[in-house]
């Protein structure tokens, strides 16, 4: 049951992200659609990281979520990616899983757990790997996962986790 206030007949996860504080609601709302339509990342790299913060966040919806079926922007890369890939999200001893994407799971672990456990070791693997703007991506999308997917719990709206589209009605699904 939400924490706050939801009109009649309106969806909490809209109303939160449309209705409620549209001054700041809004812009984060296409800040989330951003992260989905615009990241640079690859869809694994980027599934990874996204899988791992649902796993950490405990959020059975966002387990659910695949980015390639569920964000249009992703679709084209659907065939990169399976279910035997987010079973294993989280396992670091998966053969599947390239170097990149160990480490964009791993970095997503520690951003949302430990930030501090970053160290110059961490990061000389990092930097090897990707490049400023991919890190830069992969922080702000990780960002947002964590902000976003801790804020739809703490306030019990994510009965219906989706990426809230600015602009759409209030009601429905």
Same mark, same amino acid.
């Given at each position: 049951?939400?924490?706050?206030?939801?009109?009649?007949?309106?969806?909490p996860?809209?109303h939160v992200?449309?209705?409620?504080?549209?001054?700041?609601?809004?812009?984060?709302? %296409?800040f989330?659609?951003?992260?989905?339509?615009?990241?640079?990342? +690859?869809? !694994?790299?980027? &599934? =990874?990281?996204? *899988?791992?913060?649902?796993?950490i966040?405990?959020? %059975?919806?966002?387990?659910?979520?695949?980015?390639?079926?569920?964000? +249009?922007? !992703?679709?084209? &890369? =659907?065939?990169s *990616?399976?279910?035997?890939?987010?079973?294993h999200?989280?396992?670091?001893?998966?053969?599947?899983?390239s170097?990149?994407?160990?480490l964009?799971?791993?970095? =997503?672990?520690?951003?949302?757990?430990?930030?501090?456990?970053?160290d110059?070791?961490f990061?000389?693997?990092?930097?090897?790997?990707?490049?400023?703007?991919?890190?830069?991506d992969?922080?702000?999308?990780?960002?947002?996962?964590?902000?976003?997917?801790?804020?739809?719990?703490?306030l019990?709206?994510?009965?219906?986790c989706?990426?809230?589209?600015?602009?759409?009605?209030l009601?429905?699904?």
């Amino acid at each position: 049951m939400p924490r706050i206030s939801v009109p009649e007949g309106s969806d909490p996860l809209m109303h939160v992200w449309t209705g409620a504080a549209p001054g700041l609601s809004i812009p984060a709302a %296409q800040f989330s659609a951003a992260v989905y339509e615009k990241s640079v990342l +690859p869809l !694994r790299e980027f &599934e =990874a990281a996204r *899988i791992r913060i649902a796993q950490i966040n405990e959020c %059975q919806l966002c387990l659910g979520w695949r980015s390639a079926r569920d964000a +249009p922007a !992703r679709a084209a &890369e =659907a065939d990169s *990616i399976d279910e035997e890939f987010y079973n294993h999200v989280g396992d670091a001893s998966w053969e599947g899983f390239s170097e990149r994407e160990l480490l964009a799971a791993d970095f =997503a672990e520690r951003f949302a757990r430990d930030h501090l456990s970053m160290d110059d070791s961490f990061w000389s693997r990092m930097r090897a790997s990707f490049t400023d703007t991919e890190i830069v991506d992969l922080g702000l999308c990780v960002g947002m996962w964590v902000s976003q997917g801790r804020l739809n719990q703490v306030l019990d709206v994510d009965g219906g986790c989706r990426v809230p589209i600015p602009g759409a009605p209030l009601t429905g699904g």
